[in-house]
């Protein structure tokens, strides 16, 4: 009996007009596997990332969560998706971290967790506080439920940004380069806190720099090179020298 | 000499209860004029920042023209075009000569006309200027359009809007002592009956004028006051 | 709608635009001297200066034009006897001297705090490096602070001369035929006040192209170290000021 992949990818092309950052990628994840992303600047990962959840079209190939595939249509020469409602549900259970944190800077830290489980989930608004407070903890933020953005550290933030996806109950969490904006002391904290989130048998899949995490943490990596996945193992696999060039050169130029 | 406490008093030779009434029928044609605007001034924003090419091109020629033609012009064009149009439509029924349009009206229609066009371009900066992550991170939440914009896009708008449009409200307040050539009797207007009768034009002109500072001043420090609720969060970011 | 029509008003408006430009361009000049001298002293060591110079730009700035024009040209007839005793009464009963008399010191509020500004915008960096090989005071002002600070007003106070052409339809309402003037005689001679509205802004708007043009190659030939780039937008407060 074959199991449902969480996260399915068949033959992802993505073309920025005439540049085709994406030139074929595949790749099935199982639920509760925690998949690193690696690769150069320019290598596509964020944007095979964000073709998850839709915030990049693919130009040609399918996207299925859960063995439910995304529809797709070509608009004006553009693919685009068929189905915003499908689109919003999915974006729903699928949670995303971001570079760059994105949160809402017009709201309280708490305000922030709980504005996707009321207004989008309808979740009741006792219920949402109280899980909002929990994830706070969790993440070592708890103090800071009445702050705004701006007065919190980019360790802060970014931990709270954490703990935003989290309260969607989301089946799959996706991390693009999520401690590349920090300062290196404020790393730590965030890795931490994901390691935690691995260790709980969470769907995580990480775009990350993170040569440690990649290879203490995660189930399987994912190496992309030029649009393409050149290395798809796990870490103890991978890891010996000679199994691909590119990465080779890769994680040389890395360490 | 001159009795300044009998002359700007309530009593029946005073001209204080006058200019306070002049005051606040120039603080009222001011704030419905600056509502027109602003309903009309999103309106045109939106043309500029979401139309088709036509719809762009008129917003752009509306604030174009509007913020490059004399306000005193439009007046004259809403009172006299407009008591012109309402005349050609009641000599319909057979009434002859100049029909007047409610002053106030015109007034504030005027003034709507022309503060859109600059409100026009409040907003439209103000779109611009939004975090495009922010946003990012709202559709990735599974946010539908008119969540975000409600959630999202409109109370950030007003955080980077409202500086601008504090000034507009100046600008409005300003303009609106020129709805006097329409006979309304707002401050203006009242200032120079006064200064006309009593023959004491400058105390009465400079009256006036320091009226409009404090109702300038009370503005200002109301706007500032807005801005810094709206900034609750970025006094931090902002250095 | 009549096109003939049209072009009479247009061409009967036309004999207002010298009046026009002329109210404009003096009244920015006188207006620009007293703005840097109010500028200058605004950063005056001396508080009471300071305050003052404050003050006129707060007064001139927060109350409509209107007043102030009627304040100079009827408000001080009030004084007819003093000012006669004093041989200035001969200007002072000139509506055309008392409107550019309140436009000139209107726009050198606005300017004044336009050179404020612009002084202010110079950024420190740039200041610090002309200390660091050794500049001081009159030569630091003069080859650093006053170039840079100049490129920055140049586009606000260009926005600031357009705002000055839109005031000079004020002196309208005291007797002075410029464009506005002679638009509001024809309207209440004719009562087609869409016409003459449609010629009469359509003038306007001939001017403000042609000044913005004007404006645009004075910035072009201050910054060639700019012309490859795109320039920065306005800031929003920018858009919006005004009489």
């Known amino acids: 009996m074959t199991v449902i992949p969480a996260v399915s990818l068949c033959d992802i092309r993505k073309k920025f007009g005439h540049l085709e950052v994406l030139k074929g990628v595949s790749f099935d994840a199982k639920e509760g596997d925690v998949i690193s992303i690696l ?31 995304i529809a797709t249509r070509v608009k004006n020469g553009s693919t685009v998706p068929a189905n915003s409602r499908q689109v919003d549900r999915i974006r729903s259970d699928v949670a995303m971290v971001f570079q760059s944190f994105n949160l809402w800077s017009h709201m309280t830290i708490l305000q922030n967790v709980i504005e996707a489980p009321i207004h989008v989930q309808n979740r009741p608004r006792k219920e949402c506080i109280a899980e909002a407070e929990a994830l706070l903890e969790k993440v070592g933020i708890a103090d800071k439920r009445g702050a705004y953005p701006s007065e919190l550290s980019g ?3 970014q931990r709270a940004a954490i703990a935003r996806a989290l309260a969607q109950k989301p089946k799959v969490l996706l991390f693009d380069e999520p401690t590349s904006a920090l300062d290196p002391e404020l790393v730590g904290e965030v890795l931490t806190v994901m390691r935690a989130l691995a260790n709980e048998g969470r769907t995580m899949l990480v775009v990350t720099h993170e040569m440690g995490f990649a290879r203490e943490v995660s189930d399987r990596i994912l190496f992309l090179h030029k649009g393409q996945i050149e290395v798809d193992g796990r870490p103890d696999e991978i890891f010996t020298k000679g199994m691909n060039a590119q990465f080779d050169q890769f994680t040389s130029r890395v360490h | 000499m001159i009795d300044y406490l009998k002359l700007f008093g309530t009593g029946p030779d005073g001209w204080g209860d006058d200019l306070a009434i002049g005051a606040a029928i120039t603080i009222a044609v001011a704030i419905v004029g600056f509502f027109l605007g602003a309903v009309f001034g999103s309106l045109v924003a939106w043309a500029r920042l979401a139309g088709n090419l036509p719809l762009r091109l008129f917003g752009e020629g509306y604030t174009t023209v509007l913020r490059g033609i004399p306000d005193l012009l439009v007046i004259y064009l809403f009172y006299f075009g ?43 900066a103000s779109f611009t200027a939004l975090s495009k992550g922010e946003m990012e991170a709202a559709r990735a939440a599974g946010m539908h359009k008119w969540l975000m914009f409600r959630r999202i896009i409109v109370p950030q708008l007003l955080r980077h809007a409202i500086p601008g449009l504090g000034n507009v409200w100046l600008l409005v307040v300003k303009e609106s002592a020129l709805v006097s050539v329409t006979g309304l009797a707002e401050l203006m207007r009242t200032t120079q009956l006064a200064a006309g009768s009593t023959r004491l034009p400058f105390d009465f002109y400079l009256a006036g004028a320091l009226i409009y500072l404090a109702i300038t001043i009370f503005s200002t420090l109301l706007f500032a006051q807005a801005e810094r609720r709206s900034r609750r969060g970025f006094r931090e970011a902002m250095r | 709608m009549s096109l003939p029509f049209i072009w009479d008003t247009f061409v009967a408006l036309l004999a207002g635009v010298p009046v026009t430009l002329q109210l404009t361009i003096i009244s920015v000049l006188t207006g620009m001297v007293l703005a840097l001298i109010l500028a200058v002293l605004r950063l005056s060591p001396s508080k009471l200066t300071r305050f003052l110079v404050s003050t006129y730009v707060f007064a001139f700035r927060g109350s409509p034009m209107l007043v102030q024009i009627f304040l100079i040209y009827y408000g001080l007839g009030q004084f007819k006897a003093t000012l006669q005793d004093l041989h200035l009464w001969f200007w002072f009963r000139d509506p055309y001297f008392c409107v550019l008399l309140a436009l000139s010191l209107n726009t050198a509020a606005y300017g004044c705090e336009i050179i404020r500004g612009g002084l202010q915008s110079v950024p420190a960096q740039q200041v610090e490096a002309g200390r660091a090989c050794g500049m001081s005071g009159l030569l630091l002002f003069r080859r650093i602070t006053l170039p840079i600070a100049a490129r920055n007003i140049v586009p606000i106070y260009g926005n600031e001369i357009i705002l000055m052409v839109k005031g000079t339809a004020l002196a309208s309402t005291v007797t002075i035929m410029e ?15 869409f016409e003459v509205f449609a010629a009469a ?28 780039t795109q320039g920065p937008s306005e800031p929003v407060e920018a858009i919006v000021t005004t009489h």
Do not use: D, W
Not at chain 2, 87 to 109: D, E, K, R
Not at chain 3, 179 to 193: D, F, H, P, Q, V
């Open chain 2, 82 to 124: 407009g008591s012109a149009a309402l005349g050609a439509i009641m000599g319909l029924f057979g009434n002859q000569g100049f029909v007047a349009l409610p002053s106030f009206a015109v007034g504030a229609a005027a003034i709507g006309v022309v503060s859109a066009a600059y409100q026009a371009e409040v907003f439209r």
């Open chain 1, 39 to 69: 690769g150069s600047s320019g290598s596509g990962k964020s944007t095979m990332l964000r073709c998850i959840n839709m915030l990049e079209v693919p130009t040609s190939g399918t996207v299925s969560i859960h063995g439910e595939q």
């Open chain 3, 201 to 228: 802004g359509a003038i306007y708007l001939l001017i403000n192209f042609f000044l913005m043009r004007l404006i645009g190659l004075v910035e072009h030939a201050m910054s060639p170290h700019l012309r490859h």
């Open chain 1, 155 to 157: 360790g802060q933030q």
């Open chain 3, 179 to 193: 464009i506005t003037g002679i638009a509001a005689k024809l309207i209440s001679e004719t009562y087609r006040a």
